[in-house]
């Protein structure tokens, strides 16, 4: 659900190149399944993986954040914020579920 500005990774993320089906959408579930197609993109919600596989999911989060020049623009309206940008009860959910992880 967050945006980033990956304009400097354009030979990753442009048309027809590796990450190219992550720009432009909320993709968050392929990084589960390594399914890049829209027909897995609403097979499961993140909620529906063990703890594990959401703290990968984290690190990918993390990597973008952390990133030198990628650059965060905001967040979509959907499953994790909603139409004020607030987080959702399941992105509270998907938080807690990593921090419990992170501790076991």
Known sequence: GEV??????KDFYAPENG????????????FF?????????N???VLD???T???????????YEQHETYKFLGVLEGDYYDSEGKETPDLVK?????VTTRTE
């Open 4 to 9: 980033y500005d990956v304009t400097t990774g």
């Open 19 to 30: 990450y190219s089906f992550f720009a432009g959408r909320d993709a968050t579930i392929c």
């Open 33 to 41: 399944t390594g399914e890049y197609n829209e027909e897995h993109l």
């Open 43 to 45: 097979d499961k919600k």
């Open 49 to 51: 993986y063990k703890g």
């Open 53 to 63: 596989e959401i703290l990968g999911m984290e690190q990918w989060r993390d990597f």
């Open 94 to 98: 998907i938080r807690e579920t990593i």
